[in-house]
């Protein structure tokens, strides 16, 4: 027996009324409403990091206020970047936060990754080192894991690409040197730039780093492939392999070997 009901009518005795989304009240409106055109008239110049993060919720929530998510998210992850770069599933358990509203925090980055890659492309990596460390910053700075990135350069240096190859603790045994020859060979690469970061944040080589960087000059040389940098990024700075006479060394090693 159909229990379907005319349309206009009440439902039947017991059957749920479904829900009707609540309207934002006015104020809180109006108070997004002034959100967005503090930001369209300057920026996010004067923005409180937690503004930062409500504004990019307001993108993918209509009607519900979202300041409170936006404090709750601050307070759980510490930081602006700490909220950008958690998991999905860890912020969908704030209060306000879902799989539609969130979005808008995972998309800003990457499109903001992509720019500065953009950016770095067809410029020579070596004599444009503020615009690599912004990209690199951006990109693995503050990873919870330690990220392995590589710069492809053509013969004059120039980048043809970047990628992220291997994610986890830096050692001799997770980076793999034919895996990276492969990708270099694929990118036609002349040239190489590694990058990893250290998520404690010093960004002072360990004796690993040290290994697995003299393996990938020696395994990329064998391939007629240079590498001119290994740089490990630091919430406080950065560490230059070349800057500090090591790339050049082993570079020299290469060469004297069977001498």
Do not use: W
């Amino acid at each position: 027996m159909s229990t379907a009901t005319t349309t206009g009518s009440a439902p039947a005795t017991g059957q749920a009324r479904p829900a009707v989304p609540k309207a934002a009240p006015a104020s809180s409106l109006g108070h997004r409403k002034r959100l967005r055109q503090r930001f369209l008239a300057g920026g996010l110049d004067g923005f409180n990091d937690y503004e930062v993060v409500e504004l990019l919720l307001t993108l993918g929530t209509p009607r519900k206020d979202c300041k409170a998510a936006a404090k709750c998210a601050m307070e759980r992850f510490k930081t602006l970047q700490g909220v950008l770069e958690a998991p999905v599933a860890a912020l969908c358990q704030i209060e306000g936060v879902g799989p539609h509203n969130l979005i808008a925090l995972k998309l800003v980055r990457e499109v903001a990754q992509r720019a500065h890659k953009q950016r770095l492309k067809g410029k020579t990596a070596i004599g444009n080192s503020t615009d690599l460390l912004a990209f690199l910053s951006h990109a693995i700075r503050d990873k919870a894991k330690e990220c392995f990135l590589v710069v492809y350069l053509d013969a004059k240096n120039r980048v043809v690409d970047a990628e992220t190859l291997f994610v986890g603790t830096l050692t001799a045994s997770s980076v793999y040197p034919r895996e990276v020859v492969q990708a270099a060979l694929h990118h036609r690469a002349a040239a190489l730039i590694f990058a990893h970061n250290h998520p404690s944040g010093d960004p002072q080589p360990s004796a690993a780093d040290m290994a697995v960087t003299r393996q990938l000059v020696f395994a990329a040389r064998v391939v007629g492939i240079t590498v001119h940098e290994h740089l490990i990024i630091g919430t406080g700075g950065h560490f230059s392999f070349a800057d500090h006479g090591h790339i050049a060394r082993m570079h020299t090693e290469f060469e004297q070997r069977g001498t």
